[in-house]
């Protein structure tokens, strides 16, 4: 299988000049947002440079003053949905919520944030599957959401829920869950079985699951 990598033989995009102005940060802004409307679209490996240009109103030429590839366009993408999805997933425990409560509001955050960047982060799927440079950049963004859950349950441990589990493959198997149940839902349209499908049931659905995982006592 043909592995694709990301050059950097130009300056990385937050070193670029592009970026230092009001003009270059209102242009880079447009071919991000470009980019979640073609990534949706075409898919990320059928989107091209040319694509999310002309979504922008730019020029390729324009493209390159920000950007290598667009790989290197959707790791931004990336990150900036990362520390979106990280605020949110915060904020809940930080407003006095029992801990129930807070980890159901910090999902039906990432499930919203999902929903407003769903073509970055179907792009964001596809690439990890396929892109080698891409896939350790995407692990290391999703570590950090992972050693946070992790800390959550050992939190939980120490007050008497959960014993046993392992934090870490815990934190990882509920954060899959999440991110997969997103994209079939949010990207995929939904699973083919009949169902009463709105937000806040995929939300309360998958929260209920999220919980009862961490915060459970033996009998």
Known sequence: MKKHT????????????AKSTR???????????????????????????????AEAGKSV???????????ELLIALAEEFHQEATELAVLPFRQGLSSEDALREAVAGF????????????????????????RDRWLAIRAEAIERIAAEVRRAQRAGFCPGVDPVLTASALSAML???????????????????????AIEAVATIWVKSIYWRPA
């Open 23 to 53: 003009k270059g940060r209102e242009t880079d802004q447009a071919f991000r947002d470009a980019a979640r409307t073609v990534f949706a679209r075409e898919g990320y490996f059928n989107a091209k440079i040319s694509d999310i240009a």
């Open 179 to 201: 991110e997969h149940f997103c994209y079939i839902w949010q990207g995929q349209g939904g699973e083919q079985v009949a169902t009463d499908f709105n937000d806040e049931r």
């Open 6 to 17: 990301i050059t950097k033989a130009r300056p990385s995009a937050g070193e670029r000049p």
């Open 111 to 134: 499930w919203r944030t999902y929903a407003r960047r769903r073509g970055e982060l179907i792009g964001v799927f596809q690439a990890s599957m396929l892109e080698e440079e891409f």
């Open 61 to 71: 030429a324009s493209f390159y003053n920000y950007y290598e590839t667009k790989a």
